[in-house]
């Protein structure tokens, strides 16, 4: 190991450069970024020019990769040895999970579901959370392509579950993430429908912080991607979806289009086999419409939800707080003053039980 600073070394390659015959250079302020292994501005730095490679591994012996590899005291080598134990432990963990596993801790995906749909994020954050952890950890130690397959397209599902948690307290950054994960999950699992969802629930990140236009093109492609292939109560989301996506964007005739598109396929859906979990049926449909209708500033927007609101299963709390911000916002622009009044308020309760910093934000704009 060679005992010098990086002044000194500096100088030693530059001659050995100079009686070698390589045109690579150092300088002490490049050496302190590949120490550090970052540039000026806190980027990656990533490997050097081709001839610093070559004048490093001429003076070192040995690969660009391996010069560069993070350093690992003998200590901790050590340490990460005795680890061998618990890595075999866990492929042993894995390899026990079958069918009947699988089913469980889907069921307990499901008893999830329910519980935040009717209590909210704040809840069952944490435990969501914890169950995407757990199956990360049983996928990536899974040697069956079956089982890991299976185990993908759940990982898939908690992911966006907990995407759309983040997303509904406003923690954009975290949201996407879980998204990104989703999609990765989506992947390994062979199923094109789980990644068509994730990928557009991802969507409403853009929408929420305004990048609309983008939100547009993604949807729009998603959407394209699917229609043949996708189950069609996937197809008849996607599209509603793109809906929202074009009310955002200020685009009536589209979004009401899409929406009109939706409803055909969901009349028309037969029994599917795997799917990813959506909630869609002709009222959730009719709630959708309406905050469409309620974002492009449409008076009709207020007899759709208040139809909706009549019909929606009181388990949906965090919907029933959407749905009674669009129709406080759709209220706020026509005469119905007091009765907006009455409806942010009712929202107000919701979203604060729920912890819904995503409603909550909306209802703050209202006089």
């Known amino acids: 190991m060679r005992k010098e600073t990086l002044q000194e070394f500096a100088e030693y390659a530059e001659r ?14 490049h050496l302190e970024r590949l120490v550090a292994g970052r540039g000026p501005n806190g980027k990656s730095l990533g490997k050097p020019r081709p001839a610093t490679a070559r004048l490093l591994e001429r003076i070192f012996v040995m690969s660009i990769d391996v010069l560069l590899s993070p350093y690992v005291p003998d200590d901790e080598r050590a340490e990460l040895d005795t680890n061998e134990q618990e890595f075999r432990a ?46 990360t950890e049983l996928m990536q130690h899974s040697t069956m392509p079956s089982t890991r397959a299976n ?30 994960q989703a999609k990765a999950a989506a992947r390994e699992s062979g199923d094109k429908a789980f990644e068509y969802h994730a990928t557009a629930e991802q969507a409403f990140v853009l929408i929420d912080i305004g990048e609309t236009r983008d939100a547009v093109e993604l949807l729009a492609h998603v959407c394209s991607s699917a229609r043949r292939y996708a189950p069609r109560i996937l197809t008849a989301w996607l599209v509603a979806a793109c809906g929202e996506a074009y009310a955002a964007e200020n685009r009536r005739d589209a979004a009401l289009q899409a929406f009109d598109e939706a409803d055909v396929f969901l009349s028309s859906q037969s029994e599917e086999i795997r799917c990813p979990y959506v909630v869609l049926d002709a009222v959730h449909l009719a ?66 039980e729920v912890g819904s910093q995503r409603q909550q934000r909306r209802l703050a704009v209202l006089a």
């Open 16 to 29: 050995f450069a100079r009686d070698h015959g390589e045109p690579g250079t150092l300088s002490q302020r």
């Open 287 to 352: 709630r959708w419409r309406g905050h469409a209708l309620a974002r492009l500033g449409d008076i009709g927007a207020i007899a759709v939800l208040k139809d909706a609101c009549n019909r929606l299963d009181v388990s949906f709390a965090r919907a029933e707080a959407a749905l009674r911000a669009d129709l406080a916002i759709a209220m706020s622009r026509t005469k119905l003053i007091e009765e907006a009044r009455r409806q942010k308020e009712r929202a107000s309760v919701l979203a604060a």
């Open 151 to 180: 185990l993908a397209a759940l990982l898939c599902e908690l992911c966006t579950l907990a995407g759309w948690q983040a997303l509904d307290r406003a923690q954009m950054a975290t949201a996407w993430r879980y998204y990104e």
């Open 90 to 135: 866990r492929l042993r963990t894995s390899a026990r999970v079958d069918t009947g596993v699988i089913d469980v801790l889907r069921q307990q995906l499901n008893l999830i579901r329910r519980l935040d749909r009717q209590l909210g994020a704040r809840t069952v954050q944490a435990e969501v959370a914890a169950k995407v952890e757990q199956t």
